[in-house]
């Protein structure tokens, strides 16, 4: 059968059934790469059907599938030296300019237009998804910021003591509209009318830790605990280091690059110690006991390293836990092989925590985001 790679096929292939009048979506072209791997190239009858399979999608293409399949892989097959379809592939990267491309407008380097020219793309994004913060470069950052931009926090939803009308019967009678629409029938109560409880977003309240231990972590997270800021309704957010600082107001902005930088003028300890435990006090003192965490999803945004007293950080989980809804712990520390939950404040606070996950790619985030909206559970 032929040579070469799945990759290299499956691309040159797709190029030739698109000539021959077949539209082929790109993602076909990764499916039939990925058939072409997993069955091999060793028999005819096996690379046919993995492109029928993921290729062509109406019959009315099935004809020239089978034309196209026959001059391109046939003629490799024999060696037939007619065969024209030398392909020029040339590989760029999501970060070349687009002036590069308008510039040559389709030509050779010898003034010719070339239309078996292959230009492929590949998206660095797949890469930054799984990759450690720490090991971000400042470009990698900023392409980063744009993937967490996406990001949507649904958070769970609880009862509310507010009702709405409901279909279905085995919800609370509404005695107050079937009354009246049995008025207007005579006083027959025709039709029945009930009631359910609405439900509303629990409120979400995120602490960030941007101490000097957590300084490779916490310019990413930053940008993650504003995209839920700015993307939801019932978001509050904090940041923890030697004192407790309020940032809901400075990361609301729409503009995140400008959210960011207000948030950073605001947080005056920034890099510095850390005092989780006095810190939790001043929330449960000032906000988290009057309400704002009562019922509320809390979470924490840290690798659990503190200069305070690891009984007064555990004295304070207590209280937290007692009121709030749940506790999440994001630590991004935890994906580093061999890891334990060994520095005291990590110790002191973990059996007060509901979920321990680990926070230090965007991928992680994801999982975070699934998790807050109660579609996963981990511990």
């Known amino acids: 059968m032929s040579a070469g790679s ?10 030739a059934l ?22 091999g190239l060793g028999t005819r009858d096996g690379v046919y059907w993995a492109g029928r399979a993921t290729l062509i999608h109406r019959p009315e293409d099935i004809g020239a599938y089978d034309d196209t399949f026959a001059r391109f892989f046939d003629a490799q097959r024999v060696g037939e030296a007619e065969r024209a379809d030398v392909l020029q592939v040339e590989l760029l990267t ?34 930054l998804r799984h990759k450690d913060f720490a090991e971000y470069t400042h470009e990698e950052l900023l392409d980063a910021h744009q993937l967490m931009a996406d990001l949507r926090f649904a958070g769970d939803r609880r009862a509310s003591l507010r009702r709405e009308s409901s279909p279905r019967p085995t919800a609370v009678p509404d005695v107050r509209r079937t009354v009246r629409a049995a008025m207007r029938s ?26 000097g231990s957590m300084e490779p972590y916490a ?25 407790l600082t309020r940032v809901t107001r400075e990361l609301g902005a729409r503009d995140p690059d400008a959210a960011l930088r207000a948030a950073t003028d605001r947080v005056h300890d920034w890099s510095g110690g850390t ?3 006095p810190c939790l006090r001043a929330f449960n003192d000032q906000w988290g006991i009057r309400g704002m965490a009562r019922g509320a999803t809390v979470v ?49 606070a973990l059996p007060h925590v509901d979920d321990f996950v680990e926070g230090h ?6 999982q975070l985001a699934a998790l807050v909206a109660g579609t996963t559970t981990t511990r």
């Open 6 to 15: 799945p990759a290299a096929i499956a691309v040159a292939f797709t190029h």
């Open 18 to 39: 698109r000539h021959a009048g077949v539209a082929v979506p790109t993602r076909c072209t990764h499916t039939y790469a990925d058939a072409l791997a997993t069955t």
């Open 94 to 127: 999501d970060r070349d300019d687009d002036d590069d491309a308008d510039d040559t407008d389709g030509e050779t380097t010898d003034g010719h237009a070339d239309d078996d020219a292959i230009t492929l793309r590949w998206s660095s994004a797949e890469t």
């Open 186 to 211: 005579g006083g027959e109560p025709i039709a029945r009318h009930h009631r359910r409880r609405t439900t509303r977003l629990r409120r979400l309240v995120l602490l960030l830790d941007v101490s």
């Open 219 to 243: 310019r990413a997270l930053l940008r993650f605990v504003q995209a839920a800021v700015a993307g939801r309704q019932r978001v509050e957010a904090f940041a923890l280091g030697t004192r």
């Open 275 to 277: 005092r989780l435990g």
């Open 300 to 348: 924490i945004l840290s690798d659990g390293w503190d200069r305070g007293d690891p009984a007064q950080l555990a004295a304070e989980m207590q209280r937290l836990g007692r009121v709030a809804h749940r506790i999440v712990w994001v630590n991004p520390l935890k994906t580093t092989p061999g890891y334990a939950p060994l520095a005291r404040g990590m110790a002191a």
């Open 361 to 366: 790619s965007v991928d992680a985030l994801e």
